[in-house]
């Protein structure tokens, strides 16, 4: 079973829909990590989250760390939302004694929006 | 500021060949890590560096060796390339103290090895 699981793995929304993406996870501490990668190739960073809700714009990140599940929302979905978004969990720490961790990748949730 | 920059962006490599990639970041982060994204699956940690002149092994480091002489620089290399590692690769760097520091990636590398 993997680590972290996204849903759904394809999504294909018309302009103006609001889109939900799921994410749960069975590893990590309290803390998770939503990126945007372009149909190029690019990795962004959209939210990094440890509770509660975060917004930007049009979207909008949710974690419940006693479910172990986060939710990413956009509002408004327009063509260049187009992308595949990533959850990344923050697992066990590097190194004895460190304050970092690494992430734990889901497989991405590849989102096309129609105009 | 350029951010994290990949050289170079494509390379075509025949089996046993070697060759390095390499990572800059001007944001004076003293973590950086590679990783390589294969369809159908997450990004995967390679090796990882949580300063000048420490390097450690992450998820998938077998094939792999690398360095990081200078604080803005991680160099990832393969000595003896194979199909297998046909991927695209991603650098990336954060600052340490804080789960919540963001990782910075850089634009990737896409290696081909026939």
């Known amino acids: 079973k993997n680590e972290v699981e996204q849903s759904p793995q394809n999504l294909t929304a018309q302009e103006g829909e609001f889109i939900t993406i799921n994410c749960s996870y069975s590893v990590g501490i309290s803390a998770l990590h939503w990126l945007q990668q372009h149909p190029g190739g690019g990795i962004v960073s959209l939210f990094m989250l440890s509770s509660g809700k975060k917004k930007h714009g049009r979207l909008i990140a949710t974690i419940n760390i006693q479910e172990k599940h986060s939710s990413l929302h956009i509002t408004a979905s327009h063509p260049r939302d187009s992308a595949v978004y990533i959850c990344?969990?923050?697992?066990?720490?590097?190194?004895?004694?460190?304050?970092?961790?690494?992430?734990?990748f889901g497989k991405g949730t590849l989102l096309t929006v129609n105009p | 500021n350029a951010g994290v920059t990949q050289t170079p962006k494509f390379r075509v490599l025949k089996t046993g060949q070697s060759m390095t990639l390499l990572c800059a970041q001007d944001?004076?982060?003293?973590?950086m890590y590679w990783y390589r994204q294969d369809p159908g699956m997450g990004l995967r940690l390679i090796h990882y560096s949580v300063g000048e002149g420490t390097t450690a092994k992450g998820e998938v480091p077998d094939g792999y060796n690398v360095s990081r002489l200078k604080k803005q620089n991680f160099l990832l290399g393969l000595e003896s390339a194979a199909p297998s590692q046909t991927s695209v690769y991603f650098c990336?760097?954060?600052?340490?103290?804080?789960?919540?520091?963001?990782?910075?990636f850089g634009p990737g590398t896409r290696l081909t090895v026939l």
């Open positions: 990336a760097s954060t600052r340490a103290g804080s789960y919540l520091n963001e990782q910075f």
């Open positions: 990344a969990v923050f697992s066990r720490p590097f190194n004895s004694g460190g304050s970092n961790y690494k992430l734990t």
């Open positions: 944001m004076n982060h003293e973590y």
